[in-house]
């Protein structure tokens, strides 16, 4: 699975300083972070929309299409301030094994 985050996240490294013509990534890096942000709300609300429709048809086709979309533009927005996916698997890890409630009083107490 991080084989392919690795390679997405090289292609939009390398998009960053391309023409905004030349690709979808480079146009929304030459239109800046609120730009990213919009489409990653946007996504945000397509891929709910497709979990209460998945739910009710029992059909989640459209539910990975719009969480692809919805990774894919948040991996943007990373990039865009200089993150690598690879720190997110990190946190992700780093949570494994623990309560979900202690977890969320931990960042509760450090903030």
């Not at 609300?45 to 429709?53: L, Q, S, W």
């Amino acid at each position: 699975m991080s084989n392919t985050l690795n390679q997405l996240a090289e292609v939009l490294e390398a998009r960053k300083n391309a023409a905004p013509d030349s690709s979808y990534v480079a146009s929304l890096y030459h239109k800046g972070l609120n730009k990213i942000l919009e489409k990653v709300g946007e996504e945000s609300v397509e891929t709910i929309i497709a979990a209460k429709d998945a739910a009710a048809s029992g059909d989640c086709s459209d539910l990975i299409h719009e969480t692809a979309d919805l990774w894919f533009h948040s991996m943007v927005m990373l990039a865009a301030l200089g993150q690598h996916p690879q720190a997110v698997l990190d946190e992700l890890e780093r949570r494994f094994g623990l309560s979900g409630h202690v977890e969320k009083a931990a960042r509760s107490a450090s903030n």
